[in-house]
């Protein structure tokens, strides 16, 4: 296969004079802070470095404004079973005790619905110290109900590259309601890498949510925030013109192809939901559900957001499975002006009602150590910033 850049989640191509993402060193300018998130021009010095390496090149197309896409190998195991490696092994270790059979992803090839693959990653990174990562699936990825987790030699925690770490990446890929065709670039996860670890207060929470207004209802006034978590509720009402509050997977479907963009009919993959008079829903036990935020979302340009996993003692179901929310997200700045989160909704083994505006999870909000040079939005095509309620780019508008 060859190394073309593949547009991204959001079916963007890689912008005009984008190869200046790869500065030299006499262009980089100091950061405005020493700790934080990292922002796409220092993922682009970090490779140049070596600190982030690859196989085989990596593209500018795959830096984001504050993460990495992270491509698919050759090669994919399925195993018995998802593992850590703990302390004292390397993924490979693990993967010789539980491996099955192997895929070959020069080619394509179908992962199939409920099966468990390991992929090892094009990319691998020798970390500096105090330097860290943590990674999520795409949002394209996510509204596709298909699981999938990092890991790292010696892990005892998946989605978190420890600080320092040097070593090879692997991917978990577990696709829950559709059986899915990859290839080797594939790109179905998204690693962040931060520098320190500042933690989120409540107190700079609020002046942030002052600043710019984090949440905002449907009458344009911020909601309340009150801690360093900022609610996040669901919209029950249903899209004026047509009533539709979100969309339910069918049970047996065809296949989906992960490179796709709007190549796929969504009444053959989804019922539309509307809604009913007491504004709820009761979500079928598990069930894959696409829902959307009641507030609308800004991430100002010089932050990212994390949607925080949501307690289950608030609850049967899980939300959001991938939480990155990129600098500029419903920021007016990026043309935004306030986007809604669709949210990635299973529930568990128990039918569950939801309530419109009922809380469904938080956000936590992180300071980058600069500003992007490139921010979501604007200039790359973004197909979610104004987004509503909207089916992953896969799939073309819901008929009518």
Known sequence: MDDRARSDEDGRDMPQGAQSLFPNEADVAPPRHTTGILPSQTLAELIREGVILADRKIQPAQIQPA???LRLGPVAYRVRASFLPGEGATVRQKIESVAMHELDLTQEAVLEKGGVYIVPLQEEVRLKKNISGAANPKSSTGRLDVFTRLITDFATKFDRVAEAYRGPLYLEVSPRTFSIIAREGSRLMQLRLRRGNPPATAVGTRRLHERVGLIRDDNEKPGGVTTSQVPVGIDLRGDPATGVVGYKAKAHTGLVDVDASGDYDPAEYWDAITANANRTLILDPNAFYILAS?????????YAAEMTPFNPRHGEFRVHYAG??????????????????????RSYEVPFLLEDGQTVGQLVYERLTDVPDKIYGKGLGSSYQKQGLKLSRHFRDWPG
């Open 294 to 302: 009641k507030e609308a979302v800004t991430v100002p340009p010089d």
């Open 67 to 69: 993460s990495l896409d």
């Open 324 to 345: 990155f929310f990129d600098p500029g997200f419903g920021a007016s700045e990026a043309g935004g002006a306030g986007s809604r989160a669709v949210l990635e909704v």
